[in-house]
């Protein structure tokens, strides 16, 4: 290793505006262009002029990211090997967060893998994902087009950037001194039909930092995508599986029936018709029930991938006030729009199981599914248990809209032999989802029911201001903000045989606030099947940090970093770490760290929240089919008592390059984690069937799940990571390359519940899907005005836990094609084929996705898809 970090890297690492990374100028790509790459070393402040550190980092450089083909910062992201699974996407449409995507490293899920823009944070999503547990943010709102690469970190980093780099950093990396202007534009669509997408983005700069003193830097992209749904895809459209475990599961037995003794009676007209919009069928093969129904396919009214619109713009400026100092600030707006079917319910039924909340206790109470005796159209003379969906009452379409920003504004410059740098910034990610229609009034409902004013044999003939009086619609706000302000220096303290000892430290301040309020209607007690996602809370943090880059020897290095945090709702935390770093030659790097982290609980984890949901479990004490899917009501509550989760991360590896253009780099990681955050797995508490935690009725039918976060403990995971890059160059063929990174988890154990022993999910679907391994290849060829690209996605199967009807799932293999041309002057025509061979998810019989057979947070029916598109350069 070099004696001291050049004095140009670390100029370029002042002069840039990603400021928890360091720039290093590549010196024969500024000879082609005018935009500036640089190697970063995400995970330090302190410059180097070596690209590869102690710490493992994954590049996705700008290249990587036009031949994926991908159209937004959660493709890309979603498709790396360390993003094994535990992390939200937008086909999650039954949750608070849909139409919003994270990314969770090491499936410790998404509040655990902090995510930055230029190296600072961004607010967080305003809806929590996975119940309230999860606060993250919303890849979705980040602009692609501006993007010059993406750093992932793939060890904790507790001690530079405090809470919530538990399992890594993802740090998205603007163009810095770009000058020209691009436009580009694409459209794609399906070959099976549906998802057609239309995209256009420019982005521009002017003036040049060395000549003209000065930045600017502004891109716009717009977005747009075509909802599809489960009736537009061949595998799901029928709702009937014949694949094992399954049956009707995209079916509904619950049209229009009575419920007698255990038996399903058909709600019949005279002439023994079923409702509009309801067929006579057997309820066997639907439910297990014995008797027959007035039942519908839910294909229709389920969406597989919502439709989206976004609208994003970026601007970034860097002025030079003098030679020793600068004054940098950039600005980002995102504005998304969601819509799709609500994932869990496409029109209300009055079924057991439902509740609403008490007006004057704020507790839930039961809402009985009763057919009052003295109604005209219940033939037994008493009150009879009735499952019912009300078509005309309204679709449960869910629009989801996100407003979000960030303004930043700062100075830097040089005092002597040392750096520093100051900055400010403002973000707030403010969102509202709005369900048109597909819930009821209880107390509108109780009188329609009792007088009989509703028309169950004939829905059309109820009188209008019956159903108006019913119909409801509702409202969700929420508004995540972040403040802060920081300020470093960055220099070298003295000398030593091996070299200088380089040296930053620095103090930040930030004040997280989240507001997720009920629509009105649940409070006031008027919805039957409330989703209750209520939080208030807000906090200030205060921290300061420093590191040393010790030289003990000219191939050897010492990395120490300690942080300090203090947070106004739990108190204090410190993280430190050891890193080393030993070329014993050219052609050898050997790496290890040791670190202490945290991560605080997250505002919706330790507020007096309270969650109320609807989901799937599997039952294996159903009385009619015991091990299937059922529909429960999940109860969770917050918890102010909850200490901050305590980690220990570990990792060692090499990265061998024996010649100029190969490199090969294979990393052990393990992390621990203590006190961990969560709620007890509700497949266990089911199992366990625990009146206090699991109510049933009368014939021991699943009604409701209770939970609430808490300190589980303990969580243990390690895996290895490999990464493989080579290149050959030739005179008449043209420059080959090969690119592969793959993960393989060793395991990732923790406990289901409380004191309860340490169970391995790894390689199964215990609680969510964690496949061992994952791996992404690419093969490219670049010949004269030509290049083409085969990408090769791999995710591996798991053990089925969840159905005895299989046991296992397979993997999956998918292969993208890309190819573009740039023989014109300025402009490049492209085209992208993704899923080339049309593979279909694995059949997955434990039906994890919403009535279908496959796993909605590993995979899509996006099936075989075409793209197409240009860039031009004025």
């Known amino acids: 290793m070099p004696r001291a970090v050049p004095l140009a890297a670390a100029i370029a690492a002042v002069l840039s505006l990603a400021p928890d990374v360091v720039h290093a100028q590549d010196a024969a790509a500024t000879a082609d262009s005018k935009t500036l790459p640089a190697v970063v070393v995400t995970g330090s402040n302190i410059g180097r002029a070596d690209a590869e550190g102690p710490n493992p980092v994954q590049v996705i450089n700008r290249q990587q990211i036009e031949a994926s083909g991908k159209a937004t910062v959660a493709d890309l ?8 699974g535990n992390a939200s996407n937008e086909t999650s449409n039954s949750g608070w967060a849909s139409g919003s995507a994270g990314i969770g490293l090491r499936g410790l899920s998404q509040k655990n893998t902090l995510v930055l823009l230029n190296g600072r944070r961004l607010a967080n999503y305003g809806f929590p994902a996975n119940g309230l547990s999860d606060t993250f943010v919303n890849l979705n709102a980040l602009p692609l087009v501006a993007v010059e690469r993406v750093e992932v970190l793939k060890d904790g980093a ?43 983005k420019l982005i521009g700069g002017f003036g040049d930092i060395d000549s003209d003193g000065y930045n600017i830097l502004y891109s716009v992209d717009y977005y747009d995508r075509d909802r599809l749904d489960q009736s537009e895809r061949s595998l799901t ?58 039942a519908f396919n839910q294909a229709d009214y389920t969406t597989l991938i919502p439709a989206t619109e976004r609208l994003q713009g970026y601007v970034n400026g860097t002025f030079r006030i003098n030679d020793n100092l600068e004054a940098f600030g950039e600005a980002h707006y995102s504005y998304i729009r969601g819509t799709s079917w609500f994932g869990s319910s496409p029109f209300f039924t009055l079924e057991s199981g439902r509740f609403a909340l008490n007006a004057e206790t704020g507790l839930a109470e039961p809402v009985p599914a009763i057919l ?25 379409i869910k629009t989801n809209r996100s407003d979000s920003y960030r303004v930043l504004g700062g100075l830097r410059g040089r005092l002597g032999d040392w750096d520093w740098e100051t900055a400010a910034f403002a973000a707030r990610s403010k969102e509202e989802e709005v369900v048109a229609g597909g819930f009821a009034n209880r107390w509108a409902l109780y009188d329609a029911l009792n007088n009989g004013t509703y028309n169950l044999h004939d829905p059309s003939a109820t009188p209008q201001t019956v159903l108006d009086a019913i119909a409801l619609s509702t409202t969700r706000p929420a508004d995540s903000k972040l403040t802060g302000a920081d300020a ?20 930040e301040w930030r004040r997280e606030e989240l507001v997720s309020r009920n629509p009105w209607q649940i409070d006031a007690g008027l919805q039957i099947r409330p989703a209750i996602a209520a939080v208030d809370g807000s906090r200030d943090v205060a921290a300061a940090y420093a590191e040393f880059n010790i030289p003990l020897h000219s191939t050897l290095e010492l990395q120490v970093a300690g942080r300090g945090d203090h947070y106004s709702d739990f108190g204090e935390a410190f993280s430190p770490k050891v890193s080393l770093r030993w070329q014993p030659f050219d052609a050898l790097l050997l790496r290890a760290a040791a670190s202490r982290g945290f991560r605080a609980p997250s505002l919706s984890e330790n507020a007096a929240s309270t969650n109320i949901s609807y989901g799937s479990v599997v039952d294996p004490h159903d009385p009619d089919v015991p091990g299937s899917r059922q529909n429960p009501t999940f109860f969770t509550v917050g918890n102010t008592n909850l200490d901050p989760e305590r980690t220990h991360s570990y990792n060692a590896g090499f990265v061998l390059s024996p010649w100029a253009d190969t490199s090969l780099s294979v990393d052990w990681y393990r992390i621990e984690l203590d006190n961990l955050i969560g709620t007890g797995n509700s497949a266990t508490i089911v199992q366990e069937n625990d009146p206090a935690n699991v109510i049933r009725d009368a014939r021991g039918k699943l009604l409701a799940v209770y939970n609430r976060y808490q300190n589980l403990t303990e969580l243990k995971t390690s895996g290895i990571d490999v990464e493989l ?7 008449a063929a043209g420059e080959f390359g090969i690119s592969s990174a793959y993960t393989h988890v060793l395991e990732y154990r923790r406990q289901n519940t409380v004191g309860g022993p340490l169970v391995d999910y790894a390689g199964n679907n215990l609680s969510f899907t964690l496949p061992r391994n994952k791996a992404t290849t690419t093969a490219d060829w670049n010949f004269r005005d030509f290049t083409t ?43 992208k084929v993704q899923n080339l061979l049309d593979e279909e998810p694995p059949y997955d019989a434990s039906f994890p996705g919403i009535r279908a057979p496959y796993d909605f947070s590993q995979y899509d029916l996006r099936g075989r898809y075409f793209s197409v598109g240009f860039d031009y350069r004025f």
Do not use: M
């Open 77 to 84: 992201l979603r498709s790396i090997s360390a993003n094994t």
């Open 372 to 396: 009052p005796a003295n109604n005209p159209y219940n033939p037994y003379g008493v009150a009879t248990p009735i499952e019912y969906t009300f078509f005309n009452l309204g679709a449960s």
């Open 725 to 731: 890059r080579q290149r050959w160059r030739t005179t």
């Open 789 to 831: 690209a085969l990408t090769w996605y791999h995710t591996g199967g798991y053990a089925q836990t969840r159905s005895t009807a299989q046991s296992r799932v397979d993997g999956y293999d998918q292969f993208d094609l890309y190819f573009a041309w740039s023989g014109l002057d300025k402009l490049t025509l492209y085209a």
């Open 488 to 507: 470093k220096i960055i220099g070298q303290l003295f000398e030593l045989p091996a070299g200088r000892v380089g040296f930053a430290a620095g103090v």
């Open 237 to 294: 459209k029928s709702g009937i599986y014949s694949g094992p475990g399954g049956r009707w599961n995209g079916w509904s037995a619950k049209g229009a029936r009575f419920l007698v003794n255990g038996v399903s009676v058909p709600l019949l007209e005279a002439n023994g018709n079923c409702p509009e919009g309801t067929v006579l069928t057997a309820s066997a093969p639907i439910d297990g029930l014995a008797g027959n129904t007035c």
């Open 158 to 200: 507790s001690a530079v950037y405090g809470s919530d780099a538990v399992a890594g950093v993802v740090n998205i990396i603007t163009r810095q001194n770009f000058e020209g202007l691009d436009i580009g534009g694409r459209i794609g669509t399906s070959d099976e039909g549906g998802l057609d997408e239309r995209q256009a």
